[in-house]
């Protein structure tokens, strides 16, 4: 018969409140680029392929739930009611790590670890026969950090900064809170844990020397890049690790293809897709579900959330879009505006200084200056002039504009909605438009000009002769 592979289960650690961030919200749920720092270390543990993920909630615990459920379905969630210490904590979840031989143990506030960083440590842990194998590495500073400390008789222990002498403050290799143990020897030794340190809590990191006293083999994995393993308790660790996600995420489109002017300058949140083609200039940020086609260009100084761009389109920067769909070969900017549901099919180009909010402009359509087109449908290469507006809301409602296919906005329009524009319709420039109108028809709505004759002389007549230096 052959041998049934080991089970794991992982545990992330997500109960405490995080003092040292001075926030209401809870550590794990503070944003790493866009995301809760929770999502990453979630998100490690299923690409090492491992299914059984439980997190362990407790300060806040019911918004931290609200999010676990929403975005990570087939995730457990686990209470601690009390935060009393990280032992305590992985106490509070032992009817469920029974079930499996081994269990992983991640802090949901170290949140840059790796994939291939866990199946490591699982190799050696299993290739050893480890009771429990730990993740370590060397800070620059080790502030805060719990002290590995190597025994003379092989053994290891880890000290908490706060119970730590003035030697043990001069080492510098840092256990990293990523733990994997043979739950028969957890179980072993998890109720002999006290709280008898200096900040009277149950601390997970004494159960390395109990059970390497008792239980079996330690082994220590050290990682060789620290950036991996920083733990994010406070605003300057949140920054760091962002800047280090942020390299990583860009070096992973960069090595697709993606040519990027200025990496140092560029943002791009981890959901973004982005095909291999593609130039972005200095200064763009990506965000949210963005997805942009081969042949693209970005650019510079442009944000873009939630962005749809078909393969040839073009941003020129600035400008900041949102919840928007361009077309292929579609043109937006410099200084456009987009928002709430824009869709610009292929061809269709929007200009400078132009905003447009929940609007579809057809193929080929234009409006390239100074226009705010909000709740309007366009149909195909009309032109919009300069200046157009829609009077979308009555102060009570928001308003719908139609305009058809090929029809000739003059400059300055200003469309009171509702009000509906045929095909091939025309308005005059500088038109207050307020009924609809039909096919092929011109719409003005303005006063007919006025010439005075001879104004100029009639003017110095009035007022009694030549004019002095300084009048008008
Ligand atoms: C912990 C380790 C330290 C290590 C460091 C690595 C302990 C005692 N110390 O210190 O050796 O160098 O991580 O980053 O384990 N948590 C709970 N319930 C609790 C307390 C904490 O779920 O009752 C969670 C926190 O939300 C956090 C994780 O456990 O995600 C670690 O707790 P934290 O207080 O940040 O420990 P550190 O002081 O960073
Ligand atoms: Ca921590």
Same mark, same amino acid.
């Given at each position: 018969?052959?041998?049934?592979?080991?089970?794991?289960?992982?545990?992330?650690?997500?109960?405490?409140?995080?003092?040292?961030?001075?926030?209401?919200?809870?550590?794990?749920?503070?944003?790493?680029?866009?995301?809760?720092?929770?999502?990453?270390?979630?998100?490690?543990?299923?690409?090492?392929?491992?299914?059984?993920?439980?997190?362990?909630?407790?300060?806040?615990?019911?918004? /931290?739930?609200? $999010?676990?459920?929403?975005?990570?379905?087939?995730?457990?969630?686990?209470?601690?009611?009390?935060?009393?210490?990280?032992?305590?904590?992985?106490?509070?979840?032992?009817?469920?790590?029974?079930?499996?031989?081994?269990?992983?143990?991640?802090?949901?506030?170290?949140?840059?670890?790796? $994939?291939?960083?866990?199946?490591?440590?699982?190799?050696?842990?299993?290739?050893?026969?480890?009771?429990?194998?730990?993740?370590?590495?060397?800070?620059?500073?080790?502030?805060? $950090?719990?002290?590995?400390?190597?025994?003379?008789?092989?053994?290891?222990?880890?000290?908490?900064?706060?119970?730590?002498?003035?030697?043990?403050?001069?080492?510098?290799?840092?256990?990293?809170?990523? $733990?994997?143990?043979?739950?028969?020897?957890?179980?072993?030794?998890?109720?002999?844990?006290?709280?008898?340190?200096?900040?009277?809590?149950?601390?997970?990191?004494?159960?390395?020397?109990?059970?390497?006293?008792?239980?079996?083999?330690?082994?220590?994995?050290?990682?060789?890049?620290?950036?991996?393993?920083?733990?994010?308790?406070?605003?300057?660790?949140?920054?760091?690790?962002?800047?280090?996600?942020?390299?990583?995420?860009?070096? &992973?489109?960069?090595?697709?293809?993606?040519?990027?002017?200025?990496?140092?300058?560029?943002?791009?949140?981890?959901?973004?897709?982005?095909?291999?083609?593609?130039?972005?200039?200095?200064?763009?940020?990506?965000?949210?579900?963005?997805?942009?086609?081969?042949?693209?260009?970005?650019?510079?100084?442009?944000?873009?959330?939630?962005?749809?761009?078909?393969?040839?389109?073009?941003?020129?920067?600035?400008?900041?879009? &949102?919840?928007?769909?361009?077309?292929?070969?579609?043109?937006?900017?410099?200084?456009?505006?987009?928002?709430?549901?824009?869709?610009?099919?292929?061809?269709?180009?929007?200009?400078?200084? /132009?905003?447009?909010?929940?609007?579809?402009?057809?193929?080929?359509?234009?409006?390239?200056?100074?226009?705010?087109?909000?709740?309007?449908?366009?149909?195909?290469?009309?032109?919009?002039?300069?200046?157009?507006?829609?009077?979308?809301?009555?102060?009570?409602?928001?308003?719908?504009?139609?305009?058809?296919?090929?029809?000739?906005?003059?400059?300055?329009?200003?469309?009171?909605?509702?009000?509906?524009?045929?095909?091939?319709?025309?308005?005059?420039?500088?038109?207050?438009?307020?009924?609809?109108?039909?096919?092929?028809?011109?719409?003005?709505?303005?006063?007919?000009?006025?010439? /005075?004759?001879?104004?100029?002389?009639?003017?110095?007549?009035?007022?009694?002769?030549?004019?002095?230096?300084?009048?008008?």
């Amino acid at each position: 018969m052959s041998e049934q592979p080991r089970s794991v289960g992982v545990l992330i650690l997500a109960a405490g409140k995080g003092i040292r961030m001075h926030s209401d919200k809870p550590k794990v749920l503070q944003p790493l680029l866009e995301e809760p720092v929770l999502y990453d270390p979630l998100r490690a543990a299923s690409e090492a392929g491992i299914r059984n993920i439980a997190v362990l909630v407790g300060y806040k615990g019911e918004l /931290v739930e609200e $999010y676990v459920k929403r975005d990570w379905p087939g995730v457990e969630v686990i209470w601690q009611r009390e935060q009393l210490g990280t032992g305590h904590a992985v106490k509070s979840a032992e009817e469920w790590w029974k079930r499996y031989d081994n269990l992983l143990v991640l802090s949901g506030d170290v949140p840059l670890v790796r $994939y291939e960083t866990l199946l490591s440590l699982r190799t050696e842990h299993i290739s050893s026969s480890s009771a429990c194998a730990l993740m370590s590495f060397t800070a620059d500073d080790p502030e805060g $950090y719990g002290r590995l400390v190597r025994l003379a008789d092989g053994g290891v222990r880890i000290v908490e900064q706060n119970d730590a002498t003035e030697e043990e403050l001069m080492i510098q290799e840092i256990n990293a809170g990523v $733990y994997l143990f043979n739950t028969t020897a957890l179980s072993g030794v998890i109720d002999k844990l006290t709280a008898d340190n200096e900040l009277g809590e149950y601390y997970l990191t004494d159960t390395v020397q109990l059970i390497d006293d008792t239980e079996g083999d330690i082994r220590v994995v050290f990682c060789g890049d620290p950036e991996e393993l920083v733990g994010v308790n406070t605003p300057n660790n949140l920054a760091m690790a962002s800047g280090v996600l942020r390299k990583r995420i860009l070096n &992973s489109h960069m090595r697709n293809g993606l040519k990027c002017m200025d990496p140092s300058t560029t943002w791009i949140g981890p959901r973004v897709k982005i095909a291999p083609d593609v130039i972005f200039e200095p200064g763009v940020q990506l965000w949210g579900k963005s997805v942009i086609g081969n042949g693209c260009r970005v650019g510079a100084w442009s944000t873009l959330r939630d962005v749809s761009m078909g393969e040839g389109a073009r941003i020129y920067g600035p400008s900041v879009i &949102s919840d928007s769909t361009i077309g292929d070969n579609a043109e937006a900017g410099p200084f456009a505006y987009l928002r709430m549901g824009v869709r610009m099919e292929p061809g269709a180009k929007i200009g400078r200084f /132009v905003e447009v909010k929940n609007s579809t402009l057809g193929e080929g359509t234009k409006a390239l200056h100074l226009s705010y087109l909000g709740d309007v449908s366009v149909g195909g290469n009309t032109n919009i002039g300069a200046g157009t507006i829609t009077c979308n809301y009555d102060g009570t409602r928001k308003n719908a504009t139609s305009i058809g296919d090929d029809c000739f906005i003059g400059s300055d329009t200003i469309f009171v909605a509702p009000v509906t524009v045929g095909d091939k319709a025309t308005t005059a420039a500088g038109s207050v438009i307020t009924k609809d109108i039909p096919n092929g028809s011109l719409g003005i709505a303005r006063e007919r000009q006025t010439n /005075v004759d001879g104004w100029d002389e009639r003017k110095s007549t009035v007022s009694g002769g030549v004019k002095k230096a300084g009048e008008c």
